[in-house]
């Protein structure tokens, strides 16, 4: 059974830094792309960036509204991935979710890390 | 990159079909075969429900379809259920990123 389970939430001021981690289980981690999607309080999805497996070079893209703040990685001895959150702004605050990405899908999905970067 | 668009909302009665429309550019949906359909239900986490345009993976029922036109992507559910009340939003890869939809709450009258 493929698992996803996001940890490191919290509670950060803004300009600080919070990272999350995914960890994972029931499947070979290093074989697959993983990425991250957000959702406010009340919205929609959005999403955040992804890594691909070493296999495709393990290059990362993120999504211009975090680019150069946040950072995706990933241990494939310990079938992590990571989201390193640096700059924390008032409208990062939402529930993030990891996933598993099957070709260009988000196969499976966790249940979510909640940031909250008050005003 | 702005979302794709979405009805934010629509209905249907039991056993009747709706069609959830997802409207992009030639940079995402019109540029790729790569669109996705997701389902979410008040408080859990999104669900996999169509890749590709129009693959479903297993386990998800043959009610659930999905197509596109130029720019636009369609989910239609025939056969409406109850448990198919849900907010379900597409998602398309755009060249080395992602785009969701805006989302839609689909309501079982």
């Known amino acids: 059974e493929v698992r996803l389970v996001e940890s490191g939430g919290g509670l950060a001021q803004p300009g600080r830094s919070l990272r999350l981690s995914c960890t994972t289980s029931g499947f070979t981690f290093a074989d697959y792309a993983m990425g991250w999607v957000r959702q406010a309080p009340g919205k929609g999805l959005e999403w955040v960036g992804f890594?691909?497996?070493?296999?495709?070079?393990?290059?990362?893209d993120h999504a211009a509204s975090v680019k150069g703040r946040f950072t995706i990685s990933r241990d494939d001895s310990k079938s992590i991935a990571y989201l390193q959150m640096n700059s924390l702004k008032t409208e990062d605050t939402a529930l993030y979710y990891c996933?598993?990405?099957?070709?260009?899908?988000?196969?499976?999905w966790g249940q979510g890390a909640l940031v909250t970067v008050p005003s | 990159q702005s979302a794709l668009t979405q009805p934010h909302s629509v209905s249907g009665s039991p056993g009747q079909s709706v069609t959830i429309s997802c409207t992009g550019t030639?940079?995402?949906?019109?540029?790729?075969?790569?669109v996705s359909w997701y389902q979410q239900y008040p408080g859990k986490a999104p669900k996999f429900m169509i890749h590709d345009v129009t693959k479903r993976p297993s386990g998800v029922p043959d009610r659930f379809s999905g197509s596109k036109s130029g720019n636009t992507a369609s989910l239609t559910i025939s056969g409406l259920q109850a448990e198919d009340e849900a907010d379900y939003y597409c998602?398309?890869?755009?060249?080395?990123?992602?785009?969701f939809g805006t989302g839609t709450k689909v309501t079982v009258l």
């Open positions: 996933s598993k990405y099957s070709g260009y899908s988000l196969e499976y």
């Open positions: 890594i691909r497996s070493k296999l495709y070079g393990g290059t990362t």
């Open positions: 998602c398309s890869y755009a060249g080395g990123r992602y785009v």
């Open positions: 030639s940079s995402d949906v019109g540029g790729y075969n790569h």
